[in-house]
């Protein structure tokens, strides 16, 4: 803040010739000095000529000229410069051809009217057959540097620069054509005077440039058929880790004995966006594609009329919370010729897929989404075992090799069902009923690791930022756009594969050591049921009909069933005739009082949870959560003047305290009221009986879960004794278990809420509410009554006077307690069934947890493997590709350039081979401490130059350097460069 006036002086200064003379340093005839540059370090200052001399190898920069008073803007062409194609920049031609005299090159730093003069030489006459000129103006400003808007006579171009920098900061920031052409106008002149009008050409250079440069990454360049041999699917960049025969898999992979299968399992996430629409605009005759069907978007032809012969399908509803399944067909699609796009991706690494991208129609569902699996699965090995998770796969899945029989025979398979399995994410379970978490949750599918399923998010939320400017685009426009957003968001994937291994597998291996020391201990605790059990789980796993091990069988209705049953019923009723005083039901009035009695007991949670913490968003999150149940709670109130006007009257009565939290507002639901109040007038009949329904299955949901919570308590409280040995440890272990102790906290307050509001419906009647009072005492892990019962004969014979006076005092001693109710009462049964049932479904939960972990583990340093053959893999495909190249047989500038860019390719996935095996073996990092960073490596033997070291492997640099000296490749430069080609 005080060097603001020196700063601000410095700027000034600069507006002014500074200490510059009036004659030009540069020249002995001792002209005048009026011209500088702004785009040249040091603010000299030249004369008309030495300004021109000065810049003939800078054509492009922008020049100002000393008026006597201050600096105007000024060309270079107005002070005689012309550029010379053809020749070096001093040179001139024996026979130049001038172009056009309003000639506009596009540049980083805004627009320049340039002089140019193609050569006309004998040296740069070429016979070409495939463009009947004999000078082509087009090739030398793609030679010089500067890309033509037509092969035509162009009058317009621009620079490579200008296009990388365009397409990086479309790739990064998402930023659009517009946006950048605008602010190339700023950069020109900001002042309103609008420069000629090249917006069309410069969406067309940079659409070309962007499908190009795909072509090149490929290696179509170096390929005898040329770009139009180029193969469906050929322009996408593969995923390095996921497994690929003849790439990264060892011969005979599809044999491996059952415990190795996890490690050669393909996981496809398919999933579909409706923010990437298109409006009904051009079509593809207008507008096609460059690169439509040879990278990440389906082939359009034969998408399109096999989409002609699909029917709109019925609609799908045996599960419900899938919005999905209907959006396609809402006024949202109405003006719109595409409505989204489904898409495909290697769920554990978001890799998107070759041609695993369509299209969404109205009215067209599954049709699309089994073309663009199909079209997947055709770039796949038949014999690799595949997961595939999609979050409506519990629709999409019953029918799908029915349908994949009746697709056209480009697209059409031989699927070997043993090979599939079909699961839901592990986010999107949990919008589905009970039966589809049981039969389609990835936590018991062998083979799955931990991979969540919902990796194909991820992109869609980096693809979004082109949804507007996509929107208004053609189809062509729009598919390619897509592609070479989808070919950048996967090269980033690629370079930072190694880091995101690295920590997953440090991860895997913690993880896979307590989860084993855990179930081991929980094993013998229960040695005579493990052999029943564990035959259970394997059973099922080989035979998904068989009996879930997984599955409660809780008895009676849920507390969403009692909400539908009397949902049912209140529609029966009113088609019956009976009216409906609100748009919402008396059920849902009650549920929503219940769901806000949720919400404030789950804040009393974080409050007790975050107590004494002091971070802005653990206090963010709190007052977020209080704003959104105010929010509706007044909502509530609403709808409560209408079914409980008593609720009201009582609420306005009572005394606000001046402290009081949202946590802490009374609802006031007929429970709360007293008895006279629970009746009409006071409350619309029926209220009482509906909230005693839905408090009933309340207590029966709240004391399952609470069981389940006191067992894992167990657990934890024995691997603290057994295995906590230090202070850290013991710090994690009782922040495990106090997060634990939070959730019985909550079910058992659940389960005392519901409990009080029955006996006040039941009048007071303890013995009609169907449970006993839940006391603190009866909060308690499981144990066994014999073991309790030696233990009392014991302490009997040792002290009997000090139990009688605990006992007499009302302190009963933990060894002379009994079983506590909740694991003894089984509701009607008053048996031990749901007992044994949730010990079975805790320990198969453990045990799947274990194998999970093993496998993550195990799967993890296979793609470690399998991430060095793929970069060893492409290497070895660029030096053969240098090797092809025809030396002799075409022309010596074109050979030494495609050798070079091969060798450059090669070199780079030998550097990203070296640099992750070096993440891979590095120690851990500690907190604020930077990663080394690497040296290029050495040219491989056969390929290097004169002088350069044969020495195997590259140089570290030390922590903090910052030079970036010749060769040395940065992260920051991979990212930005795609293929370092740039």
């Keep these: 803040?005080?060097?603001?006036?020196?700063?601000?002086?410095?700027?000034?200064?600069?507006?002014?010739?500074?200490?510059?003379?009036?004659?030009?340093?540069?020249?002995?005839?001792?002209?005048?000095?009026?011209?500088?540059?702004?785009?040249?370090?040091?603010?000299?200052?030249?004369?008309?000529?030495?300004?021109?001399?000065?810049?003939?190898?800078?054509?492009?920069?922008?020049?100002?000229?000393?008026?006597?008073?201050?600096?105007?803007?000024?060309?270079?062409?107005?002070?005689?410069?012309?550029?010379?194609?053809?020749?070096?920049?001093?040179?001139?031609?024996?026979?130049?051809?001038?172009?056009?005299?309003?000639?506009?090159?596009?540049?980083?730093?805004?627009?320049?009217?340039?002089?140019?003069?193609?050569?006309?030489?004998?040296?740069?006459?070429?016979?070409?057959?495939?463009?009947?000129?004999?000078?082509?103006?087009?090739?030398?400003?793609?030679?010089?540097?500067?890309?033509?808007?037509?092969?035509?006579?162009?009058?317009?171009?621009?620079?490579?620069?200008?296009?990388?920098?365009?397409?990086?900061?479309?790739?990064?920031?998402?930023?659009?054509?517009?946006?950048?052409?605008?602010?190339?106008?700023?950069?020109?002149?900001?002042?309103?005077?609008?420069?000629?009008?090249?917006?069309?050409?410069?969406?067309?250079?940079?659409?070309?440039?962007?499908?190009?440069?795909?072509?090149?990454?490929?290696?179509?360049?170096?390929?005898?058929?040329?770009?139009?041999?180029?193969?469906?699917?050929?322009?996408?960049?593969?995923?390095?880790?996921?497994?690929?025969?003849?790439?990264?898999?060892?011969?005979?992979?599809?044999?491996?004995?059952?415990?190795?299968?996890?490690?050669?399992?393909?996981?496809?996430?398919?999933?579909?966006?409706?923010?990437?629409?298109?409006?009904?605009?051009?079509?593809?005759?207008?507008?096609?594609?460059?690169?439509?069907?040879?990278?990440?978007?389906?082939?359009?032809?034969?998408?399109?009329?096999?989409?002609?012969?699909?029917?709109?399908?019925?609609?799908?509803?045996?599960?419900?919370?899938?919005?999905?399944?209907?959006?396609?067909?809402?006024?949202?699609?109405?003006?719109?010729?595409?409505?989204?796009?489904?898409?495909?991706?290697?769920?554990?690494?978001?890799?998107?897929?070759?041609?695993?991208?369509?299209?969404?129609?109205?009215?067209?569902?599954?049709?699309?989404?089994?073309?663009?699996?199909?079209?997947?699965?055709?770039?796949?090995?038949?014999?690799?075992?595949?997961?595939?998770?999609?979050?409506?796969?519990?629709?999409?899945?019953?029918?799908?090799?029915?349908?994949?029989?009746?697709?056209?025979?480009?697209?059409?398979?031989?699927?070997?069902?043993?090979?599939?399995?079909?699961?839901?994410?592990?986010?999107?379970?949990?919008?589905?009923?009970?039966?589809?978490?049981?039969?389609?949750?990835?936590?018991?599918?062998?083979?799955?690791?931990?991979?969540?399923?919902?990796?194909?998010?991820?992109?869609?939320?980096?693809?979004?930022?082109?949804?507007?400017?996509?929107?208004?685009?053609?189809?062509?426009?729009?598919?390619?756009?897509?592609?070479?957003?989808?070919?950048?968001?996967?090269?980033?994937?690629?370079?930072?594969?190694?880091?995101?291994?690295?920590?997953?597998?440090?991860?895997?291996?913690?993880?896979?050591?307590?989860?084993?020391?855990?179930?081991?201990?929980?094993?013998?605790?229960?040695?005579?049921?493990?052999?029943?059990?564990?035959k259970m789980v394997e059973e099922y796993e080989a035979d998904g009909t068989k009996p879930n091990p997984y599955e409660s069988t809780e008895k009676g209705l849920t507390e969403a069933q009692v909400r539908r049953k009397l949902e049912d019923e209140e529609e029966e009723e009113m088609k019956a005739g009976k009216t409906r005083v609100n748009d919402v039901s008396p059920c849902g009035f009650v549920s929503l009082g219940l769901e806000l009695e949720d919400s404030q007991r789950k804040i009393r949670l974080q409050v007790e949870l975050k107590k004494g913490g002091s971070s802005e968003s653990s206090k963010e999150s709190l007052k977020q959560l209080r704003r959104n149940f105010t929010t509706r709670l007044t909502r509530f109130r609403t709808l409560q003047a209408t079914y409980q006007p008593s609720a009201i009257q009582t609420l306005t009565r009572r005394e606000v305290p001046p402290e009081e939290l949202p946590e802490q507002v009374p609802l006031m639901l007929p429970s709360a009221l007293p008895p006279h109040l629970q009746i009409s007038p006071g409350c619309m009949p029926g209220l009482a009986d509906i909230e005693n329904t839905l408090r009933e299955a309340q207590c029966r949901a709240a004391l399952v879960r609470l069981r389940n919570q006191l067992h894992i308590k167990a657990r934890l409280l024995l691997h603290k004794q057994n295995h906590s040995r230090h202070p850290a440890q013991n710090t994690r272990s009782r922040a495990v278990v106090a997060r634990n102790e939070s959730k019985i906290r909550a079910h058992s307050e659940k389960f005392q809420i519901a409990w009080q509001a029955r006996l006040s419906l039941m009048g007071g009647n303890e013995a009609a509410v169907g449970w006993p009072r839940l006391q603190k005492a009866d909060i308690r892990c499981m144990e066994d009554p014999q073991e309790l019962a030696k233990k009392g004969e014991k302490r009997k014979r040792a002290a009997k006077r000090e139990r009688k006076s605990r006992r007499e005092g009302g302190l009963p001693e933990e060894d002379f307690r009994e079983v506590s109710w909740i694991w003894t009462m089984t509701g009607t049964s008053g048996t031990d069934v749901e007992l044994d049932e949730a010990l079975r479904i805790e320990w198969a939960k453990a045990w799947a947890r274990c194998r999970r972990w093993t496998e993550e583990r195990r799967m993890l340093e296979e793609e470690w493997r399998r991430l060095s053959a793929s970069y060893n893999y492409r290497e070895s495909v660029w030096q053969e590709r240098a090797k092809a190249v025809p030396v002799g047989l075409i022309d010596g500038e074109i050979a030494e350039g495609k050798l070079a860019y091969a060798l450059k390719q090669a070199q780079l996935y030998r550097e990203l081979r070296v640099r992750a095996e070096a993440v891979c073996t590095a120690a851990p990092l500690r907190r604020g401490q930077a990663r080394k960073r690497y040296a290029a490596l050495p040219l491989p033997y056969g390929f290097s130059t004169a002088g350069e070291d044969e020495e195997e492997g590259g140089g570290l640099l030390s922590d903090g350097d910052g030079s970036d000296g010749q060769g040395d490749v940065s992260d920051e430069e991979l990212l930005m460069g795609g293929e370092v080609d740039d």
């Design 1 to 534: 803040m005080q060097l603001r006036d020196t700063y601000l002086d410095a700027l000034l200064w600069r507006d002014g010739r500074g200490k510059a003379g009036n004659v030009c340093p540069g020249c002995t005839g001792g002209g005048e000095a009026l011209f500088r540059c702004d785009d040249c370090c040091g603010g000299e200052m030249w004369c008309a000529d030495c300004c021109v001399s000065t810049h003939a190898r800078l054509p492009l920069h922008r020049i100002c000229r000393w008026n006597g008073v201050f600096f105007a803007r000024h060309s270079l062409k107005s002070l005689g410069l012309r550029v010379q194609l053809g020749h070096h920049p001093t040179g001139r031609c024996a026979a130049p051809h001038p172009a056009h005299g309003a000639f506009l090159v596009l540049h980083d730093n805004g627009f320049h009217e340039v002089a140019l003069d193609f050569c006309g030489c004998e040296h740069q006459a070429q016979a070409d057959s495939r463009c009947p000129q004999v000078l082509l103006h087009h090739l030398q400003l793609l030679r010089f540097g500067w890309y033509p808007s037509t092969d035509k006579r162009p009058q317009t171009c621009a620079t490579f620069t200008a296009l990388d920098r365009f397409t990086l900061c479309s790739h990064q920031s998402k930023m659009t054509a517009y946006d950048l052409y605008c602010i190339l106008e700023r950069l020109t002149d900001n002042t309103g005077v609008e420069p000629p009008d090249r917006y069309e050409p410069f969406l067309r250079m940079a659409r070309q440039w962007r499908h190009l440069h795909l072509l090149k990454r490929a290696g179509r360049g170096h390929a005898a058929s040329g770009c139009d041999g180029t193969a469906a699917g050929e322009l996408a960049l593969l995923c390095p880790v996921c497994p690929h025969p003849k790439i990264n898999l060892p011969e005979g992979f599809e044999n491996a004995a059952p415990e190795n299968q996890c490690l050669y399992v393909m996981t496809l996430g398919l999933d579909a966006c409706f923010r990437l629409k298109r409006r009904l605009i051009s079509s593809e005759q207008r507008d096609p594609g460059l690169s439509t069907g040879l990278s990440y978007v389906v082939e359009p032809e034969p998408y399109r009329e096999y989409l002609k012969t699909v029917t709109d399908q019925k609609e799908m509803t045996t599960c419900s919370g899938l919005a999905a399944l209907d959006y396609a067909n809402t006024k949202f699609s109405r003006g719109y010729a595409t409505t989204g796009v489904v898409m495909g991706v290697c769920a554990r690494h978001e890799f998107v897929q070759p041609n695993g991208v369509g299209d969404l129609q109205r009215g067209k569902r599954f049709a699309n989404t089994d073309w663009v699996f199909a079209s997947i699965l055709r770039h796949l090995d038949p014999r690799i075992r595949k997961i595939v998770l999609y979050d409506i796969v519990c629709q999409w899945a019953v029918h799908v090799i029915e349908r994949l029989k009746e697709l056209p025979p480009l697209m059409r398979l031989s699927m070997l069902l043993q090979l599939f399995r079909f699961v839901i994410p592990k986010m999107h379970i949990r919008g589905h009923t009970v039966n589809c978490q049981v039969r389609y949750s990835l936590n018991y599918v062998p083979g799955s690791g931990q991979t969540d399923g919902e990796g194909i998010e991820r992109p869609w939320a980096n693809i979004g930022g082109i949804a507007t400017s996509t929107r208004v685009s053609g189809p062509g426009a729009r598919h390619d756009a897509l592609d070479c957003h989808w070919s950048f968001w996967n090269w980033l994937k690629t370079v930072g594969l190694p880091k995101l291994l690295r920590r997953r597998l440090d991860m895997a291996k913690e993880e896979e050591v307590v989860q084993k020391a855990a179930f081991e201990v929980f094993t013998l605790e229960q040695l005579k049921r493990v052999p029943v059990w564990q």
